[in-house]
């Protein structure tokens, strides 16, 4: 045992080393090897050099062959995998989940659709409101209904700023009637439009 250690010694100290312990007791059992060892300076480093290659190899053969498989048996442990039978009805639940909610919200839109029209809004606005909770989408329609009091409030504001008190004829116009040409009403905003429009202008 000594000798294959002595062997791995470096060429400039190993005849040292073999001098050195010329006149040390002989070695007869593990234990006299172990103490030799660690008294030793040498030996000391070169046994902890082999126990540190020992220990990354083998750390290192155990993620490559080993630690994977380890992983996918955990994996599998946490998910196993499904009867086809359960995967099917599973699938069948969520199409018919997602059915219900499409026709729910569906209803829901044309609910929102009526409740804008009536309320002199576009309709485009009831994507804005469709909620698959039945208070959130009252609470949602309230509001949006409600933005036709403010509409009127800036239509009538907007539309006594620009054109007075005008107001057209029953039956005809006069010359106080609000008029301008299609490519200029265009290029309006929105509510200046719908302003125009109450005021019964025309267009040239």
Partial sequence: MLESYIDKLPEDVREQFKADIAGLVSIKNREDAAKLISENPHLKSER??????????YALKFREEKLPGI???????????KDPKDQALAEMQAELA?????????????????KLTEAGLPADLSDFALDEDENVFASKIEKLTGL?????????????????????????????TP???????????LNERLAFSKAGGTFE
Wanted: aromatic share 4%; charged share 40%.
């Fill in 179 to 189: 008029r301008m040409s299609l490519d200029k009403f265009n290029e309006l905003p």
């Fill in 48 to 57: 902890d050099a082999i126990i540190s290659r020992t220990t990354e190899n």
């Fill in 98 to 114: 997602k059915m219900k909610r499409d026709a729910l919200l569906k209803d829901r839109k044309a609910v929102a659709m009526q």
């Fill in 71 to 81: 992983v996918q048996d955990e994996i599998k442990k946490l998910n196993p995998p």
């Fill in 148 to 176: 036709k009091a403010w509409r009127d409030a800036e239509v009538d504001k907007i539309a006594k700023e620009r054109f007075g008190n005008q107001k057209p004829p029953v039956g005809g116009q006069n010359k106080e």
